[in-house]
């Protein structure tokens, strides 16, 4: 139940069948020079609205801003700060326990570590106010963590590399420009640095060149199996 396009009797119904909901988190940021700015969101909304085609669940219309640390100077990066992304997010789960909602899964199509820092503790405030609600956090890399080995090729891709330019190759072709060389960053360990794009110049994670559709098709296979799985798992989940 895609909660965008259903109406107030759909959605009561759907409260009969399930009391589950994905809200998808993006951003608007800098994929190197090939991929759109709206990759994270695209790809974490798609993953979602595939997942609710195959069972119940509604997916809430997806943030599209986020947390952008290391990539905010880079051209085209229209972040939030982490205060706000908490209240906001926090001010959601408010509404949807309201409605209904019990178990609910915040993923993220940006896994900064301090955006991911912001919505893990926007669910722990969550589940502290509302006892019999569930929630599990997660990026769509943690999907990732157990691809079968031989689909990627490339060690410690993360950003706008194999996996997104795949993933982006599959579900917007027309949105791809070519590709970007292969880069990793080389931020210094600990220190905070005022001039980003000194250490990560072309905002590329990984080895874009890696990429095929059918990479892209296997990725998102893969996520979905593992989103279905998450919410059967929380479903059943007690402590
Ligand atoms: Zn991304």
Same mark, same amino acid.
């Given at each position: 139940?895609?909660?965008?396009?259903?109406?107030?009797?759909?959605?009561?119904?759907?409260?009969?069948?399930?009391?589950?909901?994905?809200?998808? *988190?993006? &951003? $608007?940021?800098?994929?190197?020079?090939?991929? #759109?700015? =709206?990759?994270?969101?695209?790809?974490?909304?798609?993953? /979602?609205?595939?997942?609710?085609?195959?069972?119940?669940?509604?997916?809430?219309?997806?943030?599209?801003?986020?947390?952008?640390?290391?990539?905010?100077?880079?051209?085209?990066?229209?972040?939030?700060?982490?205060?706000?992304?908490?209240?906001?997010?926090?001010?959601?789960?408010?509404?949807?326990?309201?409605?209904?909602?019990?178990?609910?899964?915040?993923?993220?199509?940006?896994?900064?570590?301090?955006?991911?820092?912001?919505?893990?503790?926007?669910?722990?405030?969550?589940?502290?106010?509302?006892?019999?609600?569930?929630?599990? *956090?997660? &990026? $769509?890399?943690?999907?990732?963590?157990?691809? #079968?080995? =031989?689909?990627?090729?490339?060690?410690?891709?993360?950003? /706008?590399?194999?996996?997104?330019?795949?993933?982006?190759?599959?579900?917007?072709?027309?949105?791809?420009?070519?590709?970007?060389?292969?880069?990793?960053?080389?931020?210094?360990?600990?220190?905070?640095?005022?001039?980003?794009?000194?250490?990560?110049?072309?905002?590329?994670?990984?080895?874009?060149?890696?990429?095929?559709?059918?990479?892209?098709?296997?990725?998102?296979?893969?996520?979905?199996?593992?989103?279905?799985?998450?919410?059967?798992?929380?479903?059943?989940?007690?402590?």
């Amino acid at each position: 139940m895609i909660v965008e396009e259903i109406t107030m009797p759909a959605f009561e119904a759907g409260l009969k069948q399930t009391r589950s909901a994905i809200l998808p *988190v993006g &951003s $608007v940021e800098e994929h190197g020079a090939h991929l #759109p700015l =709206g990759t994270d969101t695209i790809h974490v909304y798609e993953l /979602a609205k595939k997942t609710a085609s195959l069972r119940p669940v509604f997916v809430l219309p997806p943030l599209w801003y986020g947390l952008c640390r290391s990539t905010s100077q880079h051209a085209g990066t229209v972040g939030v700060t982490g205060l706000n992304l908490r209240a906001f997010v926090l001010d959601i789960i408010s509404s949807l326990y309201g409605q209904g909602i019990r178990n609910l899964v915040l993923i993220s199509g940006h896994a900064g570590g301090t955006h991911m820092a912001f919505l893990v503790d926007a669910g722990e405030e969550a589940i502290s106010r509302f006892l019999d609600m569930k929630i599990a *956090v997660l &990026s $769509v890399l943690d999907l990732l963590k157990d691809v #079968p080995s =031989g689909l990627l090729e490339t060690p410690g891709d993360s950003h /706008a590399g194999e996996v997104e330019t795949a993933l982006m190759l599959h579900l917007r072709p027309d949105h791809v420009q070519g590709t970007s060389p292969r880069e990793f960053p080389s931020f210094p360990p600990f220190i905070l640095s005022r001039n980003k794009r000194r250490f990560w110049p072309n905002g590329v994670w990984g080895d874009p060149a890696k990429a095929t559709v059918q990479k892209g098709e296997a990725l998102l296979e893969h996520e979905v199996k593992g989103l279905m799985n998450l919410l059967n798992t929380l479903e059943g989940f007690n402590d």
